[in-house]
């Protein structure tokens, strides 16, 4: 509701160049990673390679993420944070990639401070971990601007994700409100997470944060409402399943991280990666675009029964793809990602066409 009131605040044709700007991100970010795969790609797309995770998280989700701020904050200079990570996408598309980080650190900042009004504004307990979740990003990108290598700051931005996730569903929680010691909990968990960033280096560290992944999970599966709404029907029914299958990928994900580490280049690095990144994220993002589009675009997004399609062709490739991660064999997963790329485009036409359908109804 509070994004859907701060939409009519401005007009949604001016928000529409910059979810542009995410979705180059996404398009580059998928053809990079194939072109990392041996996948033959043009050489425009095949050069961004090495930033494969960058235009992935700070392109594509720092886009999005920020754009959905700026509109329930409801202030002008609140779109600086989505204009500057599109621009970091640019910069890094057309060789000047040593200026993409600090592009990407600026627009985390704004979305830090817009994050940190909205905290203001509404001082609960899920806008504290969106806020979070805000300054793991500024942390991330601080780090890449310093000229860190990527694998060492993942965590970084793999919590920037997951914790935004985590504060939006804690705010649907109060339909089925925690206990206070479930409250409690989250807030270990939240804890533990920060705890074992701050410690990435050390041996335990980046273990404590695969536990903290692993134990949000089960909170959520024990006490997000998608429980209840998955015997419904229609739009309804499907964000639950959404919801409850990227739960799944968040555990395996964790529990990878727990067992094996992040060594950078290694199998697991790969799986647990794929499994919170695609699997988790962006099974979130399959669910809440029917909601989302609506609020920031103004525009209707009916729901069809074919919005299952993508989720199933992104399940599906992630298997394949971890398989070939458990197994050694690279052809599986060459393939799984060719799979992920295919569902990825799915759902951006399955998107298009419900907003067509939903213009001739009107």
Known sequence: MRLARAALRRPAWERLPL???????????VGAGLARLDWPLPQGVAGAAAIHGPLMVCGFFGVVISLERAVALGRAWAYAAPLLAGTGTALALHGLPQAA???SLAASGVLLAASLQLLYRQREPFMLVIALAAGCWTMGCALWAAGWPVHDLVGWWLAFLVLTIAGERLELSRFMPPSRAGQRLFTLIVLAALAGLAA????WGQRLFGAALLALAAWLLRHDIARRTVLQQGLTRFIAVCLLSGYFWLALGGAVIVSWGLAPGSAAYDAALHALLLGFVFAMVFGHAPIIFPAVLRVAVPYHPAFYVPLLLLHTSLALRLAGDASGDFEWL???????????????????????????AR
């Open 334 to 360: 060459r393939w799984g990602a060719l799979l992920s790329a295919a569902a990825l485009l799915a759902f951006v036409a399955n998107t298009a066409a419900a907003v067509l359908r939903g213009r001739r």
């Open 200 to 203: 990435w280096s050390l041996p």
């Open 101 to 103: 980080p600090w592009a």
């Open 19 to 29: 979810l542009a700007l995410g979705f180059i991100a996404l398009f580059a970010g």
